[in-house]
């Protein structure tokens, strides 16, 4: 290591979360070319970003120190006292036992000691401190704040508690020097301190931002943090001088004491973590006594085989074929263990009567997630392709992606928490950004900006995902013009350009759950979500995934619970009908088809069949949508369809030889240049990736295949590989398309022949949701079903259908408000207007839709209508029920949406 560099040792990235502004590889490439051997992260209170900046470090050929600047408390952390009690304190991980030590430390201060922020104490740092190396922290340290209180003697006692934790070569006193008074009277003090009880000597710069010019975007990104103004005279400032200063900066700085920078490189030579990464630590299935998990998986398997296939399970050496593949293919990745966890928490879920989605994703092409239930899609019907959910050529974890009904997904989470442990399963967490539109609005309320120019300036950039400031400014004339002659807007788009990205908040995935072998906390930090309830790791999806780690995704569908609400009130099917609700654009309500861009593409889709569906949904996309009027003119016929190559026929005839799927890439691959799955799905990443050295060695290696399989020459090959390179870049998974146009279509069939029974579905599970009810009370109008009004003796908590003949004098729902409007005729109930039947041509109202009642209220005036009948009038409503639950609010807004009207 060389003598002459300096070490960062006291760095916050942007995982000090709307405090630091340092983005990781930025700062790698600053830390090469200031010929830096090392470099620290030391987040506030959390090690969110460790595993992305060891990584990245790695990357650049930089050493990563591993390190946390933690809460302390000087009493026990447990306990609540003030906020003041809490100091800062620099904690850096020498080796894999300090990591696992740290990791511990971070855990316990989030799960049992967060107050305010997440704090450790003295007891517990004493018995965590093997492998960690301490450093006495900046001014907020519990020794500096002695000190700046003229305590003296207690910040000698306070050093000498701290070098008996960590022991003398462990403790270091640290330096800080931004011209600031306190520092200087602090920095009398610490030099003598470390004489005196033999300790070294740490200089540092408490790194907040990476160069000295972007602290005033800095100084806007803390407005953000603490909802301040720039003009504001008392708030939160920082000094310009915590940039990432270079070795000669530091060197100058503290050149009367020497010792103090030698000391940060002689503290990175010690530091030496290794992570390890892709090794398993996936928890192994309990399987019954006397059983193997190998041998139990593939029980399972031929048991589904035979309730899925009847006989051609017994003699259809291609099922068996592709089965024993499968399994064999698991066996060896050693993801038995994985498939049996992911299937027993759904048959969890199926003997419970929870809905559970068709597949997602890429394991809708595997024959064993069939047969197992995990999915509901033949991958022999559909053509879908086992290497691309798992590649035995190129080994990484298989993704099953599970959909539940969103009502009771809490149900399987906390049935794989009681199977696995409470401290074996997590949630997962993710980070919010400050993205452009976002940091606009952002930028201009700190700014002073009034919310209408800054709204004004939010609204000129494209509504398009992942979108980034400076491209918005290249396609909007308009924005480029407000940047060029106003400066306020100038100014505000150079800091919101300066800070877009940067992580702004922490929360919990929608959907991500991670699943281990024992306490997540011997692998992972932990935290809770922002209600203080859940445990949640501090690590996101993909350093989870790297770690070995087994992530799944329990996705929470609302759909499936309109359809399972829907499926409970039917009884038969008719699909032509089903179809021509995408062709007619009848799409309200169809999974996937809401949008008004697909809705106008499925019109001129002619829909016949469920593979038109799959189509469409792959196409629908951006990037493969410029495909979609040139695919409508070849299926009906109105352009010639031509094939490089006669073989591309059979692969490319069901889409009208427009290549549309990842699949199809792969399978040309392999017919037409000899490739095995595992090979054609690496050469598709390839594709995706645009790397041109690889292409270039693909590209040979592709032409000498056509060549060797089928005597393809040359030029025709290279045009093949051309067309593939094409569509790779566009090319979606099947296997996932094909699972999402299944619940398309179920929705399209309920919706097509039992609409009634659908729309009362859909209103149900939109129930909180006043401006889709609007829209979808006005679909029901337009399907001719009258929407009636509520009432307290015959609706419901959510909405149900109801038989009606038409009467005078009775309203129904207007779609606008919400509220029951007169209408020329009325309704009257056939079934005596007691309990709503389980078909009808009307749908009831549900009392918990209507504002200001209350789910809770109405549960127990069913309930007790349901007791003692049928209420005769509001006197008799109120004197049944409590008079908390019945209180003036709740009883104005039934009476005003006529669910009292029975009384005229």
């Not at 011209?179 to 602090?186: D, F």
């Not at 390890?276 to 589904?304: H, M």
């Not at 013009?481 to 995935?509: D, F, I, N």
Request: charged residues 25%; neutral net charge; aromatic residues 8%.
């Amino acid at each position: 290591m060389p003598r002459d560099s300096f070490v960062h040792l006291h760095l916050h990235t942007e995982y000090s979360l709307l405090d630091g502004a340092v983005r990781m590889r930025e700062l790698m490439n600053e830390a090469v070319k200031m010929k830096m051997p090392a470099v620290a992260i030391t987040d506030h209170g959390n090690l969110f970003g460790a595993i992305d900046f060891y990584q990245c470090a790695k990357a650049a050929g930089i050493k990563p120190i591993i390190g946390c600047e933690a809460y302390i408390t000087s009493g026990s952390y447990k306990e609540k006292p003030s906020r003041e009690s809490n100091f800062h304190f620099t904690l850096l991980a020498e080796n894999e036992t300090g990591y696992r030590n740290l990791v511990k430390l971070i855990s316990a201060a989030h799960l049992d000691g967060f107050y305010y922020r997440p704090r450790i104490d003295k007891d517990l740092l004493a018995s965590h401190a093997d492998g960690l190396i301490g450093l006495s922290g900046c001014l907020a340290s519990e020794i500096n704040s002695a000190l700046q209180s003229g305590n003296v003697e207690k910040a000698q006692n306070l050093t000498a508690e701290y070098r008996d934790i960590f022991g003398p070569r462990n403790f270091f006193i640290e330096l800080h020097d931004h011209g600031m008074a306190e520092q200087k009277q602090c920095n009398a003090h610490l030099p003598k301190f470390a004489r005196e009880f033999g300790l070294g000597l740490v200089a540092a710069n408490d790194v907040h931002f990476l160069r000295r010019s972007d602290h005033r975007a800095h100084d806007v990104l803390l407005c953000i943090n603490t909802a301040t103004k720039i003009e504001d005279e008392q708030r939160m400032r920082y000094e310009p001088e915590l940039y990432f200063k270079s070795p000669a900066e530091m060197r100058e700085i503290f050149r009367d004491f020497p010792e103090a920078i030698t000391n940060t490189l002689e503290i990175a030579d010690r530091c030496n973590l290794e992570i390890e990464f892709g090794k398993s630590k996936y928890p192994e299935y309990p399987v019954p006594a006397g059983k193997t998990r190998e041998g139990y998986l593939r029980e399972l398997c031929y048991k589904g085989l035979h309730e899925r296939y009847g006989e051609r399970a017994a003699n259809d050496q291609e099922l068996i074929k592709r089965l024993d593949y499968e399994v064999d293919v698991l066996e060896k990745t050693g993801f038995v263990s994985y498939l049996l966890i992911v299937w027993d928490f759904i048959h969890f879920a199926r003997e419970r009567g929870i809905p559970v989605g068709p597949g997602r994703g890429s394991a809708a092409g595997s024959i064993v997630a069939y047969v197992l239930g995990i999915t509901d899609i033949d991958p022999l019907q559909y053509g879908l392709i086992f290497e691309r959910f798992l590649n035995p050529e190129r080994i990484s974890p298989p993704d099953i992606d599970v959909d539940f009904c969103e009502a009771r997904r809490g149900e399987v989470l906390e049935y794989v928490r009681q199977k696995y442990g409470e401290r074996r399963v997590a949630q997962i967490i993710t980070f919010g950004r400050l993205k452009a539109r976002s940091v606009v609005r952002d930028v201009a309320r700190v700014m002073g900006l009034s919310v209408r120019d800054g709204d004004r300036i939010a609204k000129m950039i494209p509504n398009e995902l992942n979108i980034t400031l400076n491209s918005a400014v290249e396609r909007n004339p308009e924005l480029k013009r407000a940047v060029a002659s106003e400066p306020p807007t100038k100014q505000l788009m150079e800091y919101a350009t300066a800070l877009e990205g940067l992580s702004r908040s922490a929360g919990v995935h929608a959907a991500g759950v991670v699943i281990s072998d024992r306490d997540l906390s011997e692998y992972v930090p932990l935290c809770r979500d922002v209600k203080g309830n859940d445990i949640v790791s501090q690590y996101s999806m993909n350093p989870l995934n790297d770690l070995g780690l087994l992530k799944m995704d329990f996705l929470g569908l609302k759909t499936l619970t309109v359809i399972e609400d829907t499926v409970t009130l039917i009884r038969r099917i008719d699909d032509a009908a089903a179809f021509g609700l995408y062709n007619r654009g009848e799409t309200i309500g169809l999974f996937q088809m809401e949008s008004g861009g697909i809705t106008s593409v499925s019109k001129q889709f002619d829909v016949r069949k469920l593979d038109d569906i799959i189509a469409l949904i792959a196409l629908y996309r951006p990037g493969p949508m410029e495909l979609i009027g040139d695919y409508i003119k070849r299926k009906k016929g109105l352009t010639k369809i031509r094939y490089e190559h006669p073989l591309l026929e059979e692969i490319c005839a069901d889409t009208y030889g427009v290549m549309i799927y990842q699949e199809q890439v792969m399978a040309a691959a392999s017919k037409l240049a000899g490739y095995s799955m595992g090979q054609a799905d690496l050469l598709r990443r390839a594709m995706g990736k645009k790397d041109k050295e690889k292409m270039a060695k693909e590209r040979a290696n592709f032409i000498a295949g056509c060549a060797r399989t089928n005597e393809i020459g040359e030029k025709k090959a290279n045009a093949i590989f051309d067309l593939l390179e094409k569509f790779a870049g566009y090319g979606f998974n099947k296997s996932h398309s094909a699972a999402y146009a299944l619940i398309s279509y179920q929705t399209a069939f309920l919706k097509a022949n039992h609409p009634v029974e659908f729309m009362a579905g859909l209103l149900s599970n939109e129930i909180n949701n006043t401006e889709k009810i609007s829209v979808l009370v006005s679909e029901c109008k337009r399907m001719g079903i009258t929407i009636l009004p509520p009432d307290v003796n015959r609706s419901g908590l959510k909405f149900v259908p109801e038989a009606v003949t038409a009467v005078a004098g009775r309203g129904e729902i207007d779609a606008d408000d919400g509220m029951a409007a007169p209408s020329e005729g009325g309704y009257k109930a056939e079934n005596g207007g007691h309990r709503p039947p389980l078909q009808g041509n009307a749908i009831r109202f549900g009392l918990a839709a209507i504002k200001n009642v209350g789910q809770g209220a109405m549960e127990l005036a069913i309930r007790e209508r349901e007791r003692g009948g049928d209420f005769k009038s509001l006197e008799d409503f109120c004197s049944r029920l409590d008079s908390r639950i019945a209180n003036r609010k709740m009883l104005e807004s039934l009476v005003k949406c006529g669910a009292f009207d029975f009384l005229h």
